[in-house]
């Protein structure tokens, strides 16, 4: 298993920009969930999806949008990139709501 | 949410058993108490979970006091990949569970040799 895998591992924006994360599982898990970890910070959730087509919002999910097509694959898009989502994002699942939590490796983010 | 509170920072030498407190006196009923850990530059890592009772895995043991308001991580013998940032999470399972980890400042753990 490769467990949770992110691309890009690192990224560049202009602001203004519009760019998708990608996320991707091979563990069936039915949960998954985008966090961002600002310098010094611990981390804050995006937005979540207790499985394939229900997504829904966390405590920071202004700027980002997401979609769960699939069971493996949860990508984070920012419509339109800010200085102030210059950030390290983690993707993470688990095999459902409430259970143990895997993490992706991050992508670091900065806006210029 | 309740609320829990570690000590920012910590050292231990190698080779030694290492305790990582965490005081959660507001824990509800029905608050599992989650720790996970993040190593330099990798994203967090689960390391072991507990309601009520002692737990050990592979990787540390869990220990909770008897009113829940507090709980110890152990390592039983601390190596360097073991410095990192550990947090000591609470998880309510009642049935609004977002599945959101409320992730605070944790215990930053220094490790030498």
């Known amino acids: 298993n490769a467990g949770v895998t992110q691309t890009p591992k690192f990224q560049v924006l202009k602001t203004g920009q519009s760019m998708t994360l990608q996320c991707a599982q091979d563990?069936?898990?039915?949960?998954m969930s985008w966090y961002r970890q600002d310098p010094g910070m611990g981390l804050r959730l995006i937005h979540y999806s207790v499985g394939a087509g229900i997504t829904d919002q966390g405590e920071v999910p202004n700027g980002y949008n997401v979609s769960r097509s699939t069971t493996e694959d949860f990508p984070l898009r920012l419509l339109s990139a800010a200085p102030s989502q210059t950030s390290v994002y983690f993707c993470?699942?688990?095999?459902?709501?409430?259970?143990?939590?895997?993490f992706g490796p991050g992508t670091r983010l900065t806006v210029t | 949410d309740a609320k829990t509170t570690q000590p920012n920072s910590m050292e231990s030498n190698e080779e030694e058993p290492v305790h990582l407190p965490c005081n959660h006196s507001?824990?509800?009923?029905?608050?599992?108490i989650h720790w996970y850990r993040q190593l330099p530059s990798q994203g967090p890592e689960y390391v072991i979970h507990?309601?009520?009772s002692n737990v050990n895995n592979r990787m540390a043991s869990l220990a909770i006091a008897e009113d829940r308001k507090s709980s110890t991580l152990i390592l039983h013998r601390a190596t360097l990949r073991d410095a990192a940032v550990y947090y000591c999470i609470l998880r309510d399972a009642g049935s609004s569970n977002t599945g959101k980890l409320i992730f605070g400042q944790g215990t930053t753990l220094q490790v030498k040799p």
């Open positions: 993470a699942s688990s095999y459902e709501v409430g259970r143990e939590q895997y």
């Open positions: 507001t824990i509800s009923g029905t608050d599992y």
């Open positions: 563990m069936n898990h039915e949960y």
């Open positions: 507990g309601l009520t």
